[in-house]
């Protein structure tokens, strides 16, 4: 039986602009295609912290939550027909699609009081202090700049998973949980939507336990997880069990809003299931990673 996966991009390796996205979607559709070449059964999930970010900027007068839904329908077109491209020009015939996916979450959940998650392009400090007298809250991401930070409450389910499932059941491939989902909370039988934007790596993690992934593959800037980070102690990581990632959260190792939710949402679906395994590497280096050639696997 060949192995499911889902594969978490992040937001940043899609593009800052239009013209950017649509060349940097090849790069990653070829990467995608060499997975599927190698008999994986794959889902796809991605960040929208750029776009979604630019989306509203643009269009500040829009929900969060619409802006959200925007960023999955424009990344997913053009990832979509980049992968069903790519596979075409290898000979392999396989849908593609996406599908607009909201997501759960509790409108109590305490991140509404603690924006924690980056959107949008990062800016000098002075860039940022300026903006924040807009009534906007910012952070310093790990020594690139200063981004603005929106709520990221915890995803609690997927409305549209039984589609998903039926459609990767078929041999498809599903694009879903696009920027984590659009973030909405129930009302009888109303979903409405919240100003939030969940954090894909969690989204991820739990598209990847509701359809029964073997693995989750998480794919970022780097080849590897490291501690002491940027320190010439730093020491990249190669197999994580999950009381020694924990152990490492603990000493605050991993930065808030960069590799911190990656190591998390890994531990959330090794835990979920015995036998389950999580992938943390660069796009690059994926095939190299699932071979166990490279990259951090949590177990």
């Not at 593009?15 to 990467?31: D, I, L, R």
């Not at 075409?88 to 603690?114: W, Y």
């Not at 009534?135 to 549209?160: C, H, N, Q, T």
Request: charged share 25%.
């Amino acid at each position: 039986m060949n192995k499911k996966i889902v594969i978490a991009l992040g937001g940043n390796a899609l593009g800052k602009t239009v013209e950017e996205q649509k060349e940097a979607v090849k790069h990653t559709s070829a990467t995608i295609a060499n997975l599927v070449e190698l008999g994986y059964e794959v889902v796809i999930s991605h960040g929208n912290g750029p776009q979604v970010g630019m989306i509203n900027n643009k269009f500040p007068f829009l929900p969060l939550a619409t802006c959200v839904a925007m960023s999955q329908a424009y990344i997913g077109y053009d990832l979509q027909n980049a992968l069903k491209e790519e596979l075409l020009n290898r000979g392999v015939k396989k849908n593609v699609v996406s599908i607009i996916t909201q997501v759960l979450v509790d409108e109590k959940d305490p991140a509404f009081s603690r924006p924690t998650k980056p959107i949008g392009e990062f800016m000098t400090e002075e860039e940022a202090v300026e903006a924040g007298k807009k009534g906007l809250d910012f952070v310093e991401d790990s020594g690139r700049g200063y981004r603005r930070v929106v709520a990221s409450p915890k995803p609690l389910d997927i409305v549209e998973i039984e589609t998903i499932e039926t459609l990767v059941e078929k041999g498809q491939i599903v694009i879903a949980c696009g920027g984590g989902g659009i973030p909405v909370v129930k009302e009888g039988n109303s979903l409405k939507e919240v100003a939030a934007v969940i954090d894909k790596d969690f989204a991820s993690s739990l598209l990847a336990e509701k359809i029964d992934a073997d693995n989750l593959l998480i794919l970022t800037a780097v080849e590897n997880v490291a501690i002491n980070f940027g320190k010439p102690n730093e020491n990249q990581l190669t197999d994580l069990t999950i009381e020694q990632a924990k152990k490492h959260i603990a000493h605050k190792e991993f930065g808030e809003g960069s590799m911190l939710p990656k190591v998390k949402a890994a531990i959330s679906f090794v835990a979920s299931k015995p036998g389950r395994r999580a992938l943390i590497t660069s796009l690059e280096k994926a095939a190299e990673g699932l071979a166990g050639k490279t990259g951090t696997w949590i177990v």
